[in-house]
């Protein structure tokens, strides 16, 4: 006790002179590598935990297990903007311009009193993720170019969204399909602002990017041009499981 | 800080000290400046990465922030900036404690063993931190690499394969939801230990806490003040420099 111990650095942490394994470095190395790889394996990963997590989640009486990033089950939400535009319901209009007969400037009322189409089926993003028997409630694209009267010149059509950016493009004959839906419906509610409410496309057989969300304007043109995706490195013609490099099963 | 309880017999007994040490009253600094500002900062950098990462993945309640694109340019700066204040900190002459913090997390004794079960814990010697606190040590510094590496890899989805992206974004969210998780138990283990909670906030605790808590740091911390008294006899036992 009297005499005073030398004082170098190691002396000051006796607790490192009693016998001890390296384990907190070892985890420490261990976890951030691990995690970094996850780039790496989590793809793979994130199936097994949608089999186990995601089938206990729905067990889940709070509904907060639906939160969880069981990372292909749940919606993402993407905006290319700033934020989630809004329009009311009141303030709403859908235009259909273009190469058409009868241009319509249809309020949302007068878009409800369309013919309804009810269709349940998934909904595909790019980036992985599919929300399973999704029931949507909206008007056919084919419905509307109908009733607008297409051009015999008309080849494609170019979507518009009110958020100022969001554009879209789909061939005539793509358009003509029945599974190409003007929604205003989902999983039995109105759509929402982040869905794209009041009023989106849903394009059934093709990638999320292509169901525009916030749509304003359907303008049926000579040639197709790219939208907003397709210009960032998105193929045109984004078929589920036939573009952008992948195999999804068909939606 | 409290003053030792006999001062006036430091001077007198400066031999003896040893005995006065373990005295009531007796504050032991346990964490310097140094130590508290990186906690503090990286708390900060953390709060605002959870509150933002909250808005972009969309949780409930947080769905209609707005200003997107600013979020979005925030999160992935501020979580750059992430590990800075640590690797900065190690980097410097300063961080000498905090270099000393994290040796003695790294290590891991028989007694760390002892202390996970309750029947064996009063007989654990742990030194400075108990096996608890060292998990979450290692795992927040874990942290700190895997969020900006998955981070960047999430941001620049047009340069790394979808598969890639889709595996960063897996791991960015689960490790969110372990640090969401693992820092509420923190934060509430600390409300319910004030002596913890101060040495984070002022930097000493108490003789007896430390006694009881993290016996062996307090054995270490008794002999290197007696050393240093017996170099100087006129520098009694405090709580902050």
Known sequence: ?251 | MQPPSAPSELGDQAGLSGELSVSRGVRLPRFGRVERAVHWANATLFLFLIITGFSLYGAPGFRYLTHRGTVKFLHLWVGYALPIPVLLTIAIRAGAPLRDDFRRVSRWTADDSRWWRKRTRPAANVGKFNPGQKLNTVFIGACLVVFPVTGTAMRWANIFPLWMRRGADFTHSWFAIAVLAITIGHIMMALARPEAMRAILRGDVSDQWAAHEHPRWHAEMIRNTTSSQAENSSDPITASP
């Open chain 1, 1 to 251: 006790m009297d005499i005073p111990e030398p004082n170098p650095a190691h002396a000051l942490l006796p607790e490192l002179d009693v016998p001890s394994k390296p384990y907190g470095r070892r985890a420490f190395l261990g976890l951030a590598t691990l995690g970094s790889l996850g780039i790496l394996i989590g793809n793979r990963e994130a199936a097994v935990t949608k089999a186990t997590v995601g089938k206990l989640a729905k067990y889940d009486p709070t509904g907060l297990a639906q939160e969880l990033p069981l990372n292909d089950t749940r919606w993402t939400i993407f905006t290319v903007t700033d934020g989630y535009p809004s329009r009311s319901h009141a303030k709403y209009r859908l235009a259909v311009t273009g190469l058409v007969d009868r241009p319509l400037d249809l309020s949302y009322a007068e878009l409800r009193s369309r013919k309804a189409t009810h269709m349940t089926k998934d909904f595909q993003c790019v980036t992985g993720w599919r929300v399973e028997r999704v029931p949507w409630v909206g008007v056919l694209l084919s419905d509307l170019l109908h009733e607008a009267g297409v051009k015999p010149s008309a080849k494609a059509l170019r979507l518009k969204s009110f958020d100022g950016e969001y554009t879209e493009s789909l061939t005539m004959q793509q358009a003509m399909r029945p599974d190409m839906l003007v929604a205003y419906q989902l999983e039995g509610r109105d759509l929402t602002r982040e869905h794209g409410g009041p009023v989106r496309l849903y394009a059934a057989p093709m990638y999320g990017y292509k169901s525009i969300k916030w749509l304003e304007s359907i303008e049926v043109v000579d040639s197709a041009t790219s939208g907003y995706w397709e210009q960032r490195g998105y193929d045109i013609d984004a078929w589920v499981g036939k573009s952008n490099g992948r195999d999804d099963a068909a939606t």
